[in-house]
């Protein structure tokens, strides 16, 4: 069964604090599709850097979600990019749907 | 602890700033998105700590730490665990934080930051407990200076010892139980019951005898042991 994503991380680091909780998923809301663009774009233009340091920034909001196997990946797509190859694109843009999935039922 | 946290990501910020609130022995000042907004403020003000992210556009959180003359603590908080050794040289760099930071490593690296203030690097050595290298000895009302290194051979005489150095000998009233305890052990060593030498001065050993300048030392049975076991044997 495939990894999905959870407020784990968030809950136990909040101690309780509901209003950072949603502190965090309102920043979440907001910045994790204009991220998702970023990245499709800078993909179509073949400009694998930019791509590169998108993913890196995904990656902070995928280790937050609770993906920890997710996580790794994106680290490793992160790596490939750098090196201009899209080994893991389509592992990685999964996760990105299941955040986007998740974040719009939350 | 006074502190800043310096990272581009709003999450991060509002994580690390949520860990902090969660610890009592560390407070927020403020927060910066960029490392160049935060220089302006720590060339006003200072700071004890900060929360320092590495990947930053522009301008990275190691730049921010080459442009600072005289750094605070700062634990560094990254998503990039290939920073780490480049980390390490940096005097100022407390721990490194990978995200994402659960509150037990958080506090860890704080009781870090703590410690750390309790013996900065740089006054580390000054702290340090002073090796005593040398032995001051009553000769005829007069104190004289005996570095341990020139100390060849320590020979009891009755009432007194004689105090054998590389270039004169010294008699003193004392026994060699009271000179044993003012000697590093790690470089002398009871030989006999009357003799302590400095096992550095040996030049051979020969059967149940030691010889140190042009003296013959002589190696009772039960000291033998320790004595070989001193020596770095082929």
């Given at each position: 069964m495939k990894e999905q994503p959870n407020l784990l991380y968030l809950k136990e680091i909040s101690g309780g604090d509901l209003a950072f909780e949603?502190?965090?998923?309102?920043?979440?809301?907001?910045?994790?599709?204009?991220?998702?663009?970023?990245?499709?774009?800078?993909?179509?233009?073949?400009?694998?850097?930019?791509?590169?340091?998108?993913?890196?920034?995904?990656?902070?909001?995928?280790?937050?979600?609770?993906?920890?196997?997710?996580?790794?990946?994106?680290i490793d797509f992160e790596e490939n990019l750098k090196k201009s190859n899209l080994s893991l694109q389509i592992e990685f843009e999964e996760i990105l749907d299941s955040m986007i999935n998740f974040i719009k039922n939350v | 602890m006074k502190s800043i946290i310096i990272d581009d990501e709003q999450m991060a910020r509002a994580i690390v700033n949520q860990l902090i609130s969660m610890n009592n022995q560390v407070e927020l000042i403020d927060s910066f998105p960029s490392a160049i907004e935060a220089i302006k403020y720590l060339n006003q003000n200072s700071v004890d700590l900060i929360f320092l992210d590495i990947h930053m556009p522009a301008f990275s959180g190691f730049d921010l730490l080459q442009t600072l003359k005289n750094p605070p603590k700062v634990i560094l908080t990254t998503s990039d665990k290939n920073f780490a050794i480049e980390a390490f040289e940096y005097d100022c760099i407390v721990d490194y934080l990978v995200k994402p930071i659960t509150q037990e490593r958080f506090n860890k690296a704080i009781q870090k930051a703590t410690n750390f203030s309790k013996l900065p690097k740089e006054n580390a050595k000054s702290q340090e407990v002073e090796v005593v290298k040398e032995l001051y000895v009553n000769i005829d009302r007069r104190l004289i200076k005996l570095n341990f290194e020139t100390i060849n051979v320590v020979e009891a005489k009755g009432d007194y010892i004689l105090i054998k150095t590389e270039t004169k000998n010294y008699t003193v009233h004392s026994t060699m139980k009271k000179i044993q305890e003012k000697l590093p052990e790690d470089l002398f060593l009871?030989?006999?019951?009357?003799?302590?030498?400095?096992?550095?001065?040996?030049?051979?050993?020969?059967?149940?005898?030691?010889?140190?300048?042009?003296?013959?030392?002589?190696?009772s049975r039960s000291n033998r042991p320790e004595l070989m076991q001193r020596l770095n044997l082929l």
């Open positions: 949603n502190q965090m998923l309102e920043i979440v809301k907001k910045e994790l599709p204009e991220e998702i663009k970023s990245y499709e774009n800078s993909l179509k233009e073949n400009n694998f850097k930019l791509t590169a340091e998108i993913v890196h920034k995904l990656k902070h909001k995928i280790s937050i979600l609770g993906l920890e196997k997710s996580y790794q990946i994106a | 009871k030989v006999h019951r009357s003799f302590i030498i400095n096992t550095k001065k040996i030049i051979d050993i020969e059967d149940n005898s030691v010889l140190i300048g042009n003296n013959v030392i002589p190696v």
